[in-house]
């Protein structure tokens, strides 16, 4: 079992940055890939970025130029947010693609206009 802490969300302005940082319990990569996923009120969990040990990353359509994933091959996982759109507002977790361990507690990104 991998248990992962999500830190770095907040309030920002329309235009902002934020970046995101997921610290795993263990080897970020346990078999899987990695990935960030946004949850809004009234929807479920939809991954926003998707990365391969190889460093392929996939994006959603909504946030692709805007959002980029890293690791350090270690513990660590970023998700760096730029031009910050009203839109990626939500709660933001890491976990596998597709899930596999239990859901952080998240970290909230609030962006205001």
């Known amino acids: 079992q991998v248990t992962y802490v999500e830190s770095g969300g907040g309030l920002v302005q329309t235009g902002g940055s934020l970046r995101l940082t997921c610290t795993a319990s263990?080897?970020?990569?346990?078999?899987?890939?990695m990935g960030w996923y946004r949850q809004t009120p009234g929807s479920g969990r939809n991954m926003v970025a998707r990365?391969?040990?190889?460093?392929?990353t996939v994006y959603a359509d909504s946030v692709k130029g805007r959002f980029t994933i890293s690791t350090n091959d270690a513990d660590t996982m970023w998700l760096q947010m730029n031009n910050l759109e009203v839109e990626d507002s939500g709660v933001y977790y890491c976990?596998?693609?597709?899930?596999?361990?239990?859901w952080g507690q998240g970290t909230q990104v609030t962006v205001s206009s």
């Open positions: 990365i391969t040990p190889t460093g392929k």
């Open positions: 976990n596998t693609v597709p899930q596999v361990y239990d």
């Open positions: 263990g080897d970020i990569w346990s078999g899987y890939f």
